[in-house]
């Protein structure tokens, strides 16, 4: 049982942090990025590039994708984003237009992915040697990435909650139209969180390629994850995406140990249908007219 929830931990840590991606991308430059998954499982197949073929390992190749994903995060948005976002200030259809916008480029990416990697199963061997905690064996490259998680995530928190430019994403998720009013650029702000969480969802997927394997059509699974846990934290609040990231990793873990690997799936809808029952803004989400 100890040995299950660390792995819970382990994967819902990983979930939270590529949650609160989507988070900022959504709640900041209010577009919804069906790509999301794609970008993480793209730079999976970087990190096993780097890996197996540069012999750089995982934590170093972060240094190399990070500010890939970001640069890439912002001339997506510049190019394919900015436009929807001028055209929506006089049809109000930013969201539907971002969906059709990022489904197309969720079969670009895919595409490219296929053709050069293929369509197989992909893994590699980085750190999976067991370590004692709490007298459960578990694999190193997962206690590594839990690490990573904890790390990256509680340093976006922290600069979000406690420094003037966290202060100023804050100030747009509240109030996108009253913003401006108090001498915040709006667009600058948007371009520069979606490329945060384009940098994010690339974190998850180096940290998901240490010790899972993965293949070029995952992307769309991954985020569907990432959407029921920004709901289901409440949309824009990025405790909330964390709070459901680990309440959703060992909720899988223990179907996949006690019930059935092939029911993790229908837990996970499950769990969402339960909480929206429950709280339907959200477990830290306000209702509205609050």
Known sequence: MIATLITGLVLGGTYALVAMGLTLQYGISRIMNLAYGEILIFAAFAAFLLFSTFGINPILGLGIILPAAFAFGYVIYGVMMRPLVTRSKKSGTLEVDSILATFGL????????LVTFGSNYTS???LNTG?????????ANRLLAFALAVIIGATLFTVLTRTRWGTTIRAIAVNLDAAPLVGIDVNRTARFAFAL???LAASGGV??????????????VFTMKALVIV????LGNLMGALIAGLL???VETLVATYVDPGLTLAATYCL???????KPAGLFGKAAGR
Request: charged share 0%; glycine share 14%.
């Open 124 to 126: 590699y061997s980085f």
């Open 248 to 250: 959703l990793g060992v």
């Open 272 to 278: 969402f249908l339960v909480v929206l029952l429950w």
């Open 106 to 113: 969720l079969f670009v990416i895919q595409g490219v992915m």
């Open 231 to 234: 709901i289901m934290g409440g």
């Open 131 to 139: 370590i004692n905690v709490l007298g459960a064996n578990v694999a």
């Open 197 to 199: 969480g384009t940098m």
């Open 207 to 220: 940290m998901i390629s240490m010790y899972q394997t993965f293949n070029a059509s995952m992307g769309v």
